[in-house]
């Protein structure tokens, strides 16, 4: 657990029949916390199910501190923790059950399976729902359930998708937090569409678009790329100016209207930007 | 709003696909029963008008001994009967009505034209009882898509905000619910009536030979018997489905609600197998839901309700109908209350495994938390119905010679020979001195003398015919006088019947146990957690695969132990017959009755292990109603292959035929190596 981890991608490409899903993705990473943006379809699930070893690239190799996962899988899948998108649970187990049922299949023994679980579940909050029924849980819970297997085998990739799915507003910024607690040395890859879920928290933006890594940047070097203005003259008279801004929103106040707007031209009200614009600037 | 239920029951999928599977199947079945090689021969044999003696354990043997000790009964009864009245001891004024009355109807029964008629095959496809099970699960599916998904999904809720009561809701579901099985069992009804009508059979002579029919004085046409039948298994099915919907309103849980059901079910076969006719309770034995799902509706239970001066078919139905009025009221009431007060199907609490160990894991997963295993216990409870409602009807006549020649069989030698010689002399002077005393040459004997010698002449003609037959089969060159008849029912020559079905069901038991246990997994996206873990790959799929193999073992082997003691309960095979390593030349196989049974065994695991891994291979890639429908299509193709061209089919491997042609079974046995080396390699892959 010295070594500092360190994740490289080399040339990553899939397709489904003529839909190519990633085309010669590349990235090297190392720990932190890696926000994995992109509309649906973008490819981000199917990096996410090539990186978890649940699917084969049809070209390229990734390599996890030097050694070819391809050849090293058993040991790789050891530091792994794989969140897989939102889905139905048994539903006949406890919550316990369920996790020493993971635990099984992280080959994790039996001491050390008991006491993990019981700080892992403290640590999302569910220890006092340990006993109950998988059926039964919100799907906060749920949620909650699937990062707790997740970090059962201590690992140091982890690999989340769509964690956030189905949350309320508290429940994302518990999520958070729970992220930020325990991403200590670990590589953490979230892939979602919901901006909120990273703000604050991810060291580095991975913006993808049809199968490819546009970006890889930090939050405030992004923001800085991203120049947003707003103006009451009419949308009309702006495009004149820039004919490819992009509208962020227009609202309506008294008689007039407010168009906030990106633009690689420079405007008089140039406002903050956030990572929505960046999102909309990149993909919109 | 009957036919918007009636359209949104089959829009569900689920629902369309199980309703055309199970009358395809119900009709492929019959097809294959009236069109099978039993069915054929039987009407070979019966066309040919050959002597009784030349034909050898077929079903018109059985018919013709019946039909034979049928006529002799009646004729006996009446003597009987005619004796007694003319005895002075018989003074009684209500018992010699009693005798004469049943003289009368005797002789109604005698002067009625009782012929032998080709009715194996429909009554083989009634006492199949697989209308029954088909028009069951019906209504076990129908109860739970019309009733449950609504709450399940929580949907019942928006409908209460509908201007529509919920009680007009619950009145047009029954509605439906009863119009469905309705249409599917005349359905098959119609279907059975043509094939039978296309076999060449009469609907309208009575069912005198069906052995249970024998004495009823109701002489019941065949089209009445197969509408009265199929008719009471649907009203019990309806019934059943009433006591579903209840038990599952009750208790607010689905799984449990259909366990309770199936227990209901379980008891009311334990009072029907195990309650004695003549005991005080024997009213249990009749009226018993188990009785008109699954039982033969012999004439006793019409006798029963004669005496009160109604027949059975009124009977039953006035108590189906009381009985299921009461519950659908019931469940209305509660239905009612519990859509308001809502439905939980899931227990809070869960089951607790506290285990690092995957196969305890997986093992608890595949037998105890997965419903498809009932599919597998509910193949079990059939077999076993079949093995305990099994019997033969053998005259008093054939009992004796039976007992007879059992005490003569072993090795074929002088020994054995000399043996019979001695009893025959025996007998032979016994017998010969009590005609003489009869025709008074000899001096009158006392009671005890007069039964000793009677008792020693008695098997005398019997005596004969075996010694004869053991002559015949030394000089032939056996080793052993053996009744064979038992094995040519083990080694499957003769019951291809049971050998199809034995085939059709186990093939669909699996394919649905491992369909559903497979398919659930992959298409939850859980299997790709799974798949990222360091044991959720390769040896997770080992694991599941060897608990398909015991299970697969286990199954199969109860199905044909419960096989073989049926026939054991109608046949002599282990007890005192053969050795098991002797060479049986004498009967069908030149095989030893072990070797052929050890290769038997391994043969039939090998083809449904083989089976196994096919479904496992599609359960990963096509839906479960899918599987299902394959491996129904290609059970059905193996079946109509074995009916023309026996080698082409894969149940060759599963009769005698192996032992006749090796290469044929060579070439089967490589055919399956391949292909198992082929999903070995696609199970692998896709593992990794």
């Known amino acids: ?284 | 709003m009957f036919t918007s239920e009636i359209r949104r029951l089959f829009q569900n999928v689920l629902v369309r696909r199980l309703f055309i599977v199970l009358l395809l199947g119900f009709g492929l079945f019959s097809v294959n029963i009236f069109y099978g090689i039993e069915n054929q021969n039987y009407k070979n044999e019966l066309e040919q008008q050959v002597s009784m003696n030349s034909i050898q354990n077929s079903y018109l043997r059985y018919q013709l001994e019946a039909y034979g000790s049928y006529r002799e009964d009646v004729s006996k009864r009446i003597e009987n009967n005619e004796a007694k009245l003319n005895l002075p001891i018989f003074t009684d004024v209500d018992i010699r009505t009693q005798l004469i009355n049943e003289n009368i109807a005797l002789r109604k029964i005698q002067s009625k034209d009782v012929r032998i008629l080709p009715g194996y095959a429909i009554t083989e496809l009634l006492n199949s009882s697989l209308f029954s099970v088909m028009v069951l699960l019906l209504s076990c599916l129908l109860v739970y898509a019309l009733f449950f998904e609504d709450m399940i999904h929580q949907t019942i809720y928006l409908y209460r905000s509908t201007p529509q009561t919920l009680s007009k809701l619950y009145s047009s579901k029954i509605a439906v619910f009863i119009s469905v099985v309705l249409v599917y069992s005349l359905l098959c009804t119609c279907m059975v009536l043509i094939l039978a009508q296309w076999d060449g059979i009469d609907l309208r002579s009575p069912i005198q030979w069906l052995v249970d029919f024998r004495f009823s004085f109701h002489f019941f046409s065949i089209i009445v018997y197969i509408l009265v039948v199929m008719f009471i298994q649907t009203g019990a099915a309806l019934f059943i489905g009433c006591i579903v919907l209840l038990f599952v309103i009750l208790t607010r849980n689905i799984s449990l609600g259909y366990t309770l059901a199936f227990v209901i079910l379980l008891v009311e076969f334990i009072l029907n197998s195990f309650i004695a006719i003549n005991d005080e309770f024997s009213v249990l034995k009749y009226i018993n839901l188990f009785y008109y799902m699954f039982g033969s509706i012999d004439h006793v239970s019409w006798l029963m309700f004669a005496s009160v001066r109604l027949d059975f078919l009124t009977a039953t139905l006035i108590f189906m109908l009381v009985c299921g009025m009461i519950l659908t009221l019931v469940s209305r009431h509660l239905y009612l209350r519990l859509s308001s007060n809502g439905f939980t199907h899931q227990k809070v609490k869960g089951y607790q495994i506290r285990s690092t160990k995957l196969v305890w894991h997986e093992f608890l997963r595949i037998l105890f938390f997965n419903k498809a295993f009932i599919v597998i216990l509910l193949v079990l409870a059939y077999s076993y119905n079949r093995y305990s409602s099994f019997s033969i009807s053998k005259s008093l006549g054939q009992i004796d010679y039976e007992m007879i020649e059992s005490r003569y069989y072993g090795e074929l030698n002088t020994t054995g020979l000399d043996r019979i010689t001695k009893d025959l002399d025996e007998a032979k002077s016994a017998y010969e001195f009590l005609e003489s005393t009869n025709s008074g040459g000899q001096k009158e004997l006392s009671q005890e003398e007069y039964d000793a010698l009677d008792l020693k002449a008695r098997p005398y003609p019997s005596l004969i015919r075996i010694r004869n037959k053991m002559i015949q089969l030394y000089s032939a060159g056996s080793r052993f006088f053996v009744n064979d008849d038992g094995y040519d029912y083990i080694m499957e020559s003769k019951s291809y019947f049971s050998v199809i079905l034995h085939f059709g069901l186990i093939t669909i038991a699996l394919s649905l146990f491992v369909a559903m246990n497979v398919h659930n997994e992959y298409q939850n996206k859980l299997m790709q957690l799974y798949l990222s873990t360091k044991n959720g790959n390769l040896k997770k799929i080992r694991i599941n695969m060897w608990l398909y193999y015991g299970v697969t073992l286990i199954f199969t082997f109860i199905v044909y132990s419960l096989y073989i003691f049926k026939i054991q309960k109608g046949y002599t095979i282990f007890n005192q017959n053969l050795p098991l390593f002797a060479l049986t030349s004498a009967t069908t196989s030149s095989m030893s009755l072990m070797n052929y049974t050890v290769i038997s065994i391994t043969l039939h695991l090998f083809v449904y292990f083989s089976i196994l891994r096919i479904v496992y291979v599609f359960s990963r890639r096509f839906d479960v109603a899918v599987v299902v429908v394959i491996m129904i299509g290609f059970a059905f193709v193996q079946i109509a292959l074995f009916n023309f061209i026996p080698a082409f089919s894969i149940l060759y491997l599963l009769t005698i035929s192996f032992v006749n042609q090796i290469w044929v079974t060579l070439a089967w046995i490589m055919a399956l190596i391949v292909l198992n080396v082929f999903i070995q390699a696609k199970v692998i892959n896709s593992s990794h």
């Open chain 1, 1 to 284: 657990m010295d070594n500092v981890n360190r994740l490289q991608v080399h040339k990553l490409s899939k397709s489904y029949g003529k839909v190519l899903a990633l085309d010669q993705v590349s990235f090297d990473l190392e720990p932190g916390i890696y926000a994995l943006l992109g509309h649906n379809g973008a490819g981000k699930t199917t990096l996410l199910n090539i990186l978890a070893t649940v699917l084969e690239s049809d070209f390229g190799e990734y390599y996890f501190n030097g050694e070819l996962v391809e050849t090293h899988k058993k040991k790789f899948r050891s530091n792994l923790g794989y969140m897989p998108q939102q889905q139905q649970l048994p539903p006949y187990l406890s919550v316990e059950s369920f996790l020493y049922y993971i635990a099984s299949m992280k080959d994790i023994k039996r001491n050390r399976a008991e006491s993990k679980i019981e700080s892992i579940l403290r640590e999302v909050n569910l220890l006092e729902f340990r006993k109950r029924s998988l059926s039964t849980l919100s799907g906060g819970m749920k949620q909650r359930v699937l990062i707790a297997q997740a970090l059962l085998n201590d690992p140091r990739i982890l690999l989340l998708d769509e964690p956030t799915a189905g949350l309320d507003p508290v429940e994302r910024r518990s999520f958070r937090e729970l992220i930020l607690r325990i991403s200590e040395k670990k590589i953490v890859i979230l892939a979602t569409h919901v901006i909120s879920d990273v703000e604050w928290i991810a060291n580095e933006i991975m913006i993808m678009q049809n199968g490819r890594i546009l970006t890889i940047s930090s939050q405030a070097e992004l923001i800085d790329k991203t120049k947003v203005y707003e103006s009451y003259e009419l949308l009309d008279k702006l495009k004149q100016q820039d004919s490819e801004l992009k509208v962020v929103n227009q609202i309506r106040i008294r008689d007039q209207i407010r168009t906030r707007f990106i633009s690689k031209h420079s405007f008089d009200q140039l406002v903050s930007t956030t990572l929505d614009d960046v999102y909309l600037d990149w993909l919109g």
